[in-house]
Structures are given as structure tokens and as C-alpha cells.
């Protein structure tokens, strides 16, 4: 089990969610990615203006936050 899969961290990612938007005045997105496509989504993204502002892995996965202008 990952942390995010316990109370204590549904809890974090739901402040999280709550709070990011209120931080800036950028629209804000989370994706969950097999890893293997993470390359490929980060290169469309960015390549069309999108900005990268995180990412964290567990189990294979990785959860990518993006946010657009």
C-alpha cells in the first residue's frame, strides 16, 4: 500500500485539490499515467504552451500536474 492509497493521504490530495487553485491564477490539471506514456504526454503538452509543475510515481504510475494560461 502507498501513502496515497491511505486516509492520511486522500486527505493531503484532497486539500491539495481545494487549496492549488486558490494559490494561482493558472487553471490547474492532474493526469495519471502509465509511466510509459509520460514522455510522450509531457513532450505534447509542453510543446503546445502547456507548463509542468509536478509529478509524483507509485505502482508503476505516475500522477503529472500541468497547468495552462
Do not use: C
Not at 23 to 46: G, H, I, N, P
Amino acid at each position: 500500500m502507498s501513502f496515497w492509497d491511505t486516509v492520511k493521504g486522500n486527505n493531503l490530495a484532497d486539500v491539495l485539490l481545494s487549496t492549488l487553485p486558490q494559490l494561482t491564477a493558472e487553471t490547474q490539471y492532474v493526469v495519471t499515467l502509465k509511466d510509459v506514456a509520460v514522455e510522450k504526454f509531457l513532450r505534447e503538452k509542453v510543446s503546445a504552451g502547456e507548463k509542468y509543475v509536478n509529478h509524483f510515481s507509485y505502482e508503476g504510475r505516475t500522477t503529472i500536474i500541468m497547468s495552462v494560461r
